[in-house]
């Protein structure tokens, strides 16, 4: 298994909480008692309780931190993977 592989399985196991908290801590803004939002991306709605996102304006969502980074960053998921790699 290729380095890149081993980060796109890790980053399916984060969930898109864990991702924002990690990599974007300042982008979460609590929007009721159970969605938070960000500070960039008013209509990204994540729900913490079934770990989902959905970003309202672009008709996108998904569950874990790759798609969310992948999604936010339009890149494919090798790239997504090197950005929250630090």
């Known amino acids: 298994m290729g ?3 081993k980060n796109i399985e890790a980053a399916r196991r984060i969930s898109v909480m864990q991702y924002l908290e ?3 801590p300042g ?3 609590r929007k009721t008692d159970k969605e938070y ?3 960039t991306h008013s209509s990204l709605v994540i729900t913490p309780a079934n770990g989902l996102f959905h970003w ?3 008709s996108k ?3 874990n931190g790759l798609c969310l980074g992948g999604t936010v960053v339009e890149c494919n998921s090798s790239r997504a993977c090197f950005y929250s790699d630090g």
Request: hydrophobic share 15%.
């Open 3 to 5: 380095k890149y592989q």
């Open 27 to 29: 982008e979460l803004v």
């Open 61 to 63: 969502g998904g569950n």
């Open 37 to 39: 939002c960000t500070k």
């Open 22 to 24: 990690t990599y974007h």
């Open 56 to 58: 309202f304006s672009q």
